[in-house]
Nanobody, 121 residues
Framework: QVQLVESGGGLVQPGGALRLSCAASGSIYSINGMGWYRQAPGKEREVVAVINSGGSANYIDSVKGRFTISRDNVRNTVYLQMNSLKPEDTAVYYC???????????????WGQGTQVTVSS
């Protein structure tokens, strides 16, 4: 079985910073794309940032220049460094990884349990 465990959420004042981490464990042969999504109250889940196996990243416009996604392929971990946080960044943040469990398997998407990020004074 594959499990994704997130950490790093919390309460922060506007302008502050947080770093989210998401570590995958279990039967893992390879990991393709990794990403972070978020869901604010009353809104649909949206993609925030994604990074492919080669390290190329993409961001939604509202976080460009403030958030940085990175990955550690040895530790099977994806990070999201969030700087200059705004109240509109408040949401539950979820990590996602596209994982192949065995060399002969197709890959599947796995999700973390979600971590709350609240930006408020």
């Amino acid at each position: 079985q594959v499990q994704l465990v997130e950490s790093g959420g919390g309460l922060v004042q506007p302008g502050g910073a947080l770093r989210l981490s998401c570590a995958a464990s279990g039967s893992i042969y390879s990991i393709n794309g990794m990403g972070w999504y978020r869901q604010a109250p009353g809104k649909e889940r949206e993609v925030v940032a994604v990074i492919n196996s080669g390290g190329s990243a993409n961001y939604i416009d509202s976080v460009k220049g403030r958030f940085t996604i990175s990955r550690d392929n040895v530790r099977n971990t994806v990070y999201l460094q969030m700087n200059s946080l705004k109240p509109e960044d408040t949401a539950v943040y979820y990590c996602n990884m596209n994982i192949r469990k065995f060399w002969y398997d197709s890959s599947n998407d796995y999700w973390g349990q979600g971590t709350q990020v609240t930006v408020s004074s």
